[in-house]
């Protein structure tokens, strides 16, 4: 049930919802639970909420540390 | 799809897999408490994969499961009001109550929506105002600031006919409590990254402190789960215990401020009754008195005796102390069809978990 999923905000809206995208899919969510988002970020979406934005920095670190470690 | 395919690379699974294999000697038991953990462990296959010296645990991760009897049949008498709306999650409404379930009340003529969001449920508060619109509030810390950001907007819309049955729960303290009861040996927690996106990594400070044992914050996909796993292991190898997190691209270390600050303003912490583990202190969230319109336990209703259901072992498996197949009753009586107790109701219930993933192939069990 705690389940969130990643998805692209793509527009914004004055009543401080908007529309995010996972996946092709078009979902209108809340961002009462965020600080300030852009357009174009990641935000973890959970029943209707944004409830983080994914940082994208830390998000390549998983990556850079397993790449080529072993072979 | 973006920060979800690349965390299923096979290439790097292997790498983390094979680190596993070199450093990982002690005989463990790690405990996943989050039920999108125990599926995703399951639908990837992961116990198989481990040395066979690393024992994954399934915990009390499903808010739903850990529901008592006792707060079902509050709900289903609630339902049998006139002129109530019963607003509730899809996973709530087949779970078995004393003598009924939701669903059964709603062929019965209850009016019961199953919602994706508390904004849902409080769109048909709005949208039928001569009725008295309840939303079950089941979840852990993750849910909490949903249920929290709907009371608030119902308050600042004067939608008073918007209540909530919190039977919202803490996870901490149910940590705090399996390992107390020293029923089963923890050597390392999984602990829950949505949970903690929102508290943060702090609140499990006191594991690693005061038991001893070392908590890894984990993401949900394979590499997550992996990197997690051999954190774990690598404190456990070295002596160490400490809460690192490995989902740092979406917990910090202090969680989410503004979702605590909603928790904090609408919710009071109580003690809570959990599903087979019992009364446990500072575990729960009421809704506090100045929310009192919004607290659908300010509706007095009749709550029959409570009955469990007969034979069903769900308190042992939430506390880690036998899984799904020990159950007598397990596969055979009780199936996700015909389910009798709520572990096997909730997809993220570890009966059910262990019936979809492993039925038709050898067993996945430890
Ligand atoms: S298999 Fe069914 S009856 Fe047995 S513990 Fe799980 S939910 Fe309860």
């Given at each position: 049930m705690?389940?969130?999923?990643?998805g692209?905000v793509?527009?914004?809206f004055n009543?401080h919802t908007a529309?995010?995208?996972?996946?092709g899919i078009i979902?209108r969510?809340?961002?009462?639970?965020i600080?300030k988002?852009?357009?174009?970020e990641?935000v973890l979406?959970?029943a209707g909420f944004a409830?983080?934005v994914?940082?994208?920095i830390?998000a390549?670190?998983?990556f850079?540390?397993?790449?080529g470690?072993?072979? | 799809m973006?920060y979800i395919?690349?965390?299923r690379?096979?290439?790097?699974?292997?790498n983390?897999?094979?680190?596993?294999?070199?450093?990982?000697?002690?005989?463990v038991?790690?405990?996943?408490v989050c039920?999108?953990?125990?599926?995703a462990?399951?639908?990837?296959d992961?116990?198989?994969?481990?040395?066979?010296?690393?024992?994954?645990?399934s915990?009390p991760?499903?808010p739903?499961?850990v529901?008592?009897?006792?707060?079902i049949?509050?709900?289903?008498?609630?339902?049998r009001?006139?002129?109530f709306?019963i607003t509730?999650?899809g996973?709530m409404?087949?779970?078995?109550?004393?003598?009924?379930?939701l669903?059964k009340e709603?062929?019965?003529?209850a009016?019961i929506?199953?919602?994706?969001?508390t904004l849902?449920?409080?769109k048909?508060a709005?949208?039928n105002?001569?009725q008295?619109v309840?939303?079950?509030?089941?979840g852990?810390e993750?849910?909490s600031?949903?249920i929290a950001?709907?009371?608030?907007?119902?308050?600042?819309g004067?939608?008073?006919n918007?209540?909530?049955?919190?039977?919202?729960?803490?996870?901490p303290?149910?940590?705090?409590a399996?390992l107390?009861s020293?029923e089963?040996n923890?050597d390392?927690?999984i602990c829950?990254g949505?949970?903690?996106?929102?508290i943060?990594?702090?609140p499990?400070?006191?594991?690693?402190a005061?038991?001893?044992?070392?908590c890894v914050i984990c993401?949900f996909?394979?590499?997550?789960i992996?990197e997690?796993?051999?954190?774990?292991?690598n404190?456990i190898e070295n002596d160490?215990?400490?809460?690192?997190i490995?989902?740092?691209r979406v917990?910090k270390?202090?969680g989410?401020?503004i979702?605590?600050e909603?928790?904090?303003e609408?919710?009071?912490?109580?003690d809570?009754n959990?599903?087979?583990?019992?009364n446990?202190h500072?575990?729960?969230l009421?809704?506090k008195d100045?929310y009192?319109q919004?607290?659908?336990?300010r509706?007095?209703?009749?709550?029959?005796?409570?009955?469990e259901?007969?034979g069903?072992r769900?308190?042992?498996v939430?506390?880690?102390i036998i899984?799904?197949p020990?159950c007598p009753?397990?596969g055979e009586?009780?199936t996700p069809e015909d389910?009798?107790?709520?572990?096997?109701?909730?997809s993220e219930?570890?009966?059910?978990?262990?019936?979809?993933?492993s039925r038709g192939?050898?067993?996945v069990?430890?």
């Amino acid at each position: 049930m705690c389940l969130a999923i990643p998805g692209r905000v793509k527009k914004i809206f004055n009543d401080h919802t908007a529309e995010i995208e996972i996946g092709g899919i078009i979902k209108r969510a809340s961002l009462d639970l965020i600080p300030k988002v852009e357009v174009g970020e990641y935000v973890l979406l959970h029943a209707g909420f944004a409830i983080e934005v994914i940082n994208q920095i830390e998000a390549l670190k998983i990556f850079e540390a397993w790449e080529g470690k072993i072979d | 799809m973006k920060y979800i395919d690349e965390y299923r690379d096979k290439r790097i699974a292997q790498n983390i897999l094979q680190k596993i294999n070199i450093i990982s000697k002690k005989k463990v038991n790690l405990m996943e408490v989050c039920g999108t953990h125990t599926v995703a462990i399951f639908r990837n296959d992961i116990k198989k994969i481990l040395p066979t010296n690393i024992n994954l645990i399934s915990g009390p991760g499903c808010p739903v499961c850990v529901t008592p009897v006792s707060h079902i049949d509050e709900i289903i008498s609630l339902s049998r009001k006139e002129d109530f709306i019963i607003t509730t999650f899809g996973d709530m409404i087949r779970i078995p109550g004393s003598t009924s379930t939701l669903e059964k009340e709603k062929t019965n003529s209850a009016d019961i929506r199953i919602v994706y969001s508390t904004l849902d449920a409080l769109k048909i508060a709005q949208n039928n105002p001569s009725q008295e619109v309840i939303f079950m509030g089941v979840g852990f810390e993750t849910t909490s600031p949903t249920i929290a950001s709907a009371i608030l907007k119902a308050q600042e819309g004067k939608i008073n006919n918007f209540s909530v049955l919190s039977v919202a729960k803490i996870m901490p303290p149910v940590m705090k409590a399996l390992l107390e009861s020293k029923e089963v040996n923890i050597d390392g927690f999984i602990c829950p990254g949505h949970v903690s996106a929102i508290i943060g990594s702090q609140p499990f400070n006191f594991i690693a402190a005061q038991y001893g044992v070392p908590c890894v914050i984990c993401g949900f996909e394979p590499l997550d789960i992996l990197e997690g796993i051999y954190m774990l292991i690598n404190q456990i190898e070295n002596d160490k215990a400490e809460v690192e997190i490995q989902y740092k691209r979406v917990v910090k270390p202090e969680g989410n401020r503004i979702a605590l600050e909603r928790i904090n303003e609408v919710f009071k912490v109580v003690d809570s009754n959990w599903r087979g583990i019992g009364n446990i202190h500072h575990s729960g969230l009421e809704i506090k008195d100045k929310y009192n319109q919004h607290n659908a336990r300010r509706f007095k209703v009749e709550i029959e005796e409570t009955k469990e259901p007969r034979g069903c072992r769900c308190g042992e498996v939430l506390r880690g102390i036998i899984i799904p197949p020990e159950c007598p009753l397990f596969g055979e009586i009780c199936t996700p069809e015909d389910p009798q107790g709520a572990c096997m109701v909730s997809s993220e219930g570890t009966c059910a978990a262990y019936y979809k993933y492993s039925r038709g192939r050898p067993c996945v069990c430890p």
